[in-house]
């Protein structure tokens, strides 16, 4: 992490509290002991950590082997979408008859996000029933307030952040309008601003379980109690998977991914973190998460190509490296590709006036990409109060950095010829 980067961290975190710091060190003493009455079980060498302002995750304090199992959640406390979706509609008191296709018409274009849907709305009737709820010691372990930016913010944002912050806005509209199907009523007031933290927590919080025991497995979208406390990190050194025959959802120790290190030198305690998919894309980071991730290795190219172009099918592959600024071979391949989808694409990565000409295209996109994030600065700057402002100077910081870089490689390639 270089220094500007440290700096806007220290002033950060002094200046705004972690969005969770309501929570105390009783919630989670309560977190831990919920859990195990409920059958979820930890391995001897994992600990829960507090890092100050309700900011807490788990650690592991002794070597363990690769593969190691470190927590098993019973499946009894996950929120599952499947079974909240049926546990909802027989439990309604406004039963409807074929209430799924309702909710799916009132979903709309968002219907692709059923699955998420039904979770959001089982945790936020858990919320409803807090204090006797089954689910309560974990409600109140989890963060009181979530991010959101302000109408002067969201202007300061990167067009794909922006465009991330209006998607997630109109889909908590939709899955408002979908429960209020179910609940009989237009959920207004208190009962809107109790959804849209469910909406938040379950938005940051799910996933998508898989199973390497049963091939036949179909994923489905869970909220798994503990689970839900891992921080992340790319690459992570824990997996989850989805124990169908123990009925349990659990998390086994990958090690370090780093080859070079030495099991014997592991400092411990050490951080258990979790991906959360997508590393390439630091402002669904920002919008959903919360958090800029100034550590990522590589990052989405911005370009948009055709959709017949097959060398840029792999979106994971259309990236540039924020170390150096190098561009793999797939994105050079995806660009010749759009120069002239006719000619072969072997002969044109030997071709000198191809490459020249994928250069040009290439430096011209990421000086666009600069200059919005230079004219987004100044508007950063005119921004008079916003308690989101660091975090998007943050942001816009480590993407220049990132796409500075990568225009010197491409300077360099252009002076080639």
Same mark, same amino acid.
């Given at each position: 992490?270089?220094? $500007?980067?440290?700096?806007?961290?220290?002033?950060?975190?002094?200046?705004?509290?972690?969005?969770?710091?309501?929570?105390?060190?009783?919630?989670?003493?309560?977190?831990?002991?919920?859990?195990?009455?409920?059958?979820?079980?930890?391995?001897?060498?994992?600990?829960? %950590?507090?890092?100050?302002?309700?900011?807490?995750?788990?650690?592991?304090?002794?070597? %363990?082997?690769?593969?190691?199992?470190?927590?098993?959640?019973?499946?009894?406390?996950?929120?599952?979408?499947?079974?909240?979706?049926?546990?909802?509609?027989?439990?309604?008191?406004?039963?409807?008859?074929?209430?799924?296709?309702?909710?799916?018409?009132?979903?709309?274009?968002?219907?692709?996000?059923?699955?998420?849907?039904?979770?959001?709305?089982?945790?936020?009737?858990?919320?409803?029933?807090?204090?006797?709820?089954?689910?309560?010691?974990?409600?109140?372990?989890?963060?009181?307030?979530?991010?959101?930016?302000?109408?002067?913010?969201?202007?300061?944002?990167?067009?794909?952040?922006?465009?991330?912050?209006?998607?997630?806005?109109?889909?908590?509209?939709?899955?408002?309008?979908?429960?209020?199907?179910?609940?009989?009523?237009?959920?207004?007031?208190?009962?809107?601003?109790?959804?849209?933290?469910?909406?938040?927590?379950?938005?940051?919080?799910?996933?998508?379980?898989?199973?390497?025991?049963?091939?036949?497995?179909?994923?489905?979208?869970?909220?798994?109690?503990?689970?839900?406390?891992?921080?992340?990190?790319?690459?992570?050194?824990?997996?989850?998977?989805?124990?169908?025959?123990?009925?349990?959802?659990?998390?086994?120790?990958?090690?370090?991914?780093? /080859?070079?290190?030495?099991?014997?030198?592991?400092?411990?305690?050490?951080?258990?973190?979790?991906?959360?998919?997508?590393?390439?894309?630091?402002?669904?980071?920002?919008?959903?998460?919360?958090?800029?991730?100034?550590?990522?290795?590589?990052? $989405?190219?911005?370009?948009?190509?055709?959709?017949?172009?097959?060398?840029?099918?792999?979106?994971?592959?259309?990236?540039?490296?924020?170390?150096?600024?190098?561009?793999?071979?797939?994105?050079?391949?995806?660009?010749?590709?759009?120069?002239?989808?006719?000619?072969?694409?072997?002969?044109?990565?030997?071709?000198?006036?191809?490459?020249?000409?994928?250069?040009?295209?290439?430096?011209?996109? %990421?000086?666009?990409?600069?200059?919005?994030?230079?004219?987004?600065?100044?508007?950063?700057?005119?921004?008079?109060?916003?308690?989101?402002? /660091?975090?998007?100077?943050?942001?816009?910081?480590?993407?220049?950095?990132?796409?500075?870089?990568?225009?010197?490689?491409?300077?360099?390639?252009?002076?080639?010829?």
């Amino acid at each position: 992490m270089i220094l $500007w980067q440290k700096l806007l961290l220290l002033y950060y975190y002094l200046a705004h509290p972690a969005y969770g710091d309501q929570r105390s060190s009783s919630s989670l003493a309560n977190l831990s002991s919920w859990a195990k009455q409920h059958g979820t079980t930890l391995h001897p060498a994992v600990q829960w %950590v507090d890092y100050g302002d309700g900011d807490w995750g788990l650690q592991l304090t002794s070597k %363990v082997d690769r593969g190691t199992e470190l927590v098993r959640v019973p499946r009894s406390i996950v929120l599952d979408s499947v079974v909240s979706r049926d546990e909802i509609i027989s439990s309604s008191t406004s039963v409807i008859e074929n209430a799924n296709e309702y909710i799916i018409d009132a979903l709309g274009p968002f219907q692709v996000h059923e699955e998420n849907f039904w979770i959001v709305l089982k945790l936020y009737q858990c919320l409803r029933d807090e204090r006797n709820g089954k689910h309560a010691p974990w409600i109140e372990a989890m963060p009181r307030k979530f991010r959101h930016f302000s109408k002067e913010e969201e202007d300061c944002l990167p067009f794909y952040a922006k465009y991330i912050a209006d998607y997630q806005r109109q889909k908590l509209d939709a899955f408002v309008d979908a429960a209020s199907v179910i609940c009989g009523h237009k959920l207004e007031g208190k009962e809107k601003e109790q959804f849209t933290w469910a909406f938040d927590a379950v938005g940051s919080r799910f996933w998508k379980t898989t199973s390497t025991i049963k091939e036949d497995y179909q994923p489905r979208s869970e909220l798994v109690p503990v689970g839900d406390m891992f921080n992340h990190r790319e690459p992570p050194n824990v997996k989850l998977y989805h124990d169908n025959d123990g009925d349990a959802v659990c998390f086994l120790y990958l090690g370090e991914n780093d /080859d070079t290190e030495d099991d014997k030198l592991t400092c411990y305690p050490k951080d258990l973190l979790i991906t959360y998919g997508l590393g390439y894309n630091p402002h669904r980071f920002l919008v959903i998460f919360g958090f800029v991730p100034t550590d990522m290795k590589e990052i $989405w190219c911005h370009f948009v190509f055709s959709d017949d172009n097959p060398y840029s099918a792999d979106v994971s592959k259309m990236v540039f490296q924020c170390k150096d600024g190098s561009i793999p071979q797939d994105v050079w391949d995806a660009v010749l590709y759009e120069l002239d989808p006719s000619k072969d694409i072997e002969l044109m990565r030997h071709d000198p006036m191809a490459k020249f000409y994928a250069a040009e295209v290439l430096n011209n996109h %990421v000086a666009k990409q600069l200059e919005e994030l230079a004219s987004l600065r100044e508007k950063i700057d005119s921004v008079v109060d916003g308690e989101n402002l /660091d975090l998007i100077k943050m942001h816009n910081h480590f993407l220049t950095d990132a796409f500075h870089r990568v225009q010197s490689n491409l300077k360099a390639e252009l002076g080639k010829h």
